[in-house]
C-alpha cells in the first residue's frame, strides 16, 4: 500500500538552528500538507501545497517557516532559527485531490529544539 | 473562533463491546465532520466522515452520526477488538476560503482483552 515517508523520524537541534523536514508523498498526490503536534496536544495545520505554490497557510505558519518541493518526489518544511516551542511531531500528508478529509499521513518527524 | 472538543480523554472498552467516542464541536459552517485513529508513533489515519448534508454514514465496523442541532459528533465502533486501541481524533473541515483540518484533542480508547 503506498504511504506518506517523513526523514528523519527524529531530530534533535539547538535552538536558532536551521532545520529541514523531509517529506516523500504518495506519487499520484497533488495535494502536500504539513502539520504539527506539540505533544498532548492537538493536531495544528501549518500549510497546504499546491501546484509547486502555498494554496493555504495558518498563523502559525509565519516568516519562519518554508515548504518547498525541490523536485518530483520530495516535500520539505524549513524552520530557519528553531524556537524552544517548535518543538513538536511535525506530520506531513498528502491527497490525490482538494478534498482534505482523504489526506494519508506520514509517521511524522519529532523535533526536539534545545 | 473554532473548537473542537472531545467529551472524555480515555474511554476503556471489553474486547468484543461496541465502543462510542463522542466530540463536540462549535462551527456551525463546518461541512465535513471527519474521525482519525492515530496508533502510537503513527500519523493520523482516516477512519470515516460525513458531509454536513447527512446525519448517519456506516463504514466497516464502524458509524458517524451528526447531529447538527446540538453540534455533537460521535463515532460508533461496533465489536471492539485490540487493534482498535488508539487516540482518536474529530475534525471539522469547512470548504471554502480557508480550508484547514481542525482536530480536536483526542480521546484514547483502551480495549481489554
Known amino acids: 500500500e503506498p504511504e506518506v515517508t517523513q526523514t528523519p523520524s527524529h531530530q534533535v537541534t539547538q535552538m536558532g538552528q536551521e532545520v529541514i523536514l523531509r517529506c516523500v508523498p504518495i506519487s499520484n498526490h497533488l495535494y502536500f500538507y504539513w502539520y504539527r503536534q506539540i505533544l498532548g496536544q492537538k493536531v495544528e495545520f501549518l500549510v497546504s501545497?499546491?501546484?509547486?505554490?502555498?494554496?493555504?497557510k495558518s498563523e502559525i505558519f509565519d516568516d519562519q517557516f518554508s515548504v518547498e518541493r525541490p523536485d518530483g518526489s520530495n516535500f520539505t518544511l524549513k524552520i530557519r532559527s528553531t524556537k524552544l516551542e517548535d518543538s513538536a511531531m511535525y506530520f506531513c500528508?498528502?491527497?490525490?485531490?482538494?478534498?482534505?478529509?482523504?489526506?494519508?499521513f506520514g509517521q511524522g518527524t519529532r523535533l526536539t529544539v534545545v | 473562533g473554532e473548537s473542537v472538543g472531545l467529551h472524555l480523554p480515555t474511554l476503556s472498552v471489553q474486547e468484543g463491546d461496541n465502543s462510542i467516542i463522542n466530540c463536540a464541536y462549535s462551527n456551525s459552517a463546518s461541512d465535513y465532520f471527519i474521525w482519525y485513529k492515530q496508533e502510537s508513533g503513527k500519523g493520523p489515519q482516516f477512519i470515516i466522515d460525513i458531509r454536513s448534508n447527512m446525519d448517519k454514514r456506516q463504514g466497516q465496523r464502524v458509524t458517524v452520526l451528526l447531529n447538527k442541532t446540538v453540534k455533537h459528533l460521535s463515532l460508533q465502533i461496533a465489536a471492539t477488538q485490540p487493534g482498535d486501541s488508539a487516540v482518536y481524533f474529530c475534525?471539522?473541515?469547512?470548504?471554502?476560503?480557508?480550508?484547514?483540518?481542525?482536530f480536536g484533542i483526542g480521546t484514547k480508547l483502551q480495549v481489554i482483552p
Open positions: 500528508a498528502s491527497s490525490e485531490g482538494a478534498r482534505r478529509t482523504e489526506a494519508f
Open positions: 501545497f499546491y501546484n509547486n505554490e502555498i494554496s493555504e
Open positions: 475534525a471539522v473541515y469547512a470548504l471554502g476560503g480557508y480550508q484547514k483540518v481542525t
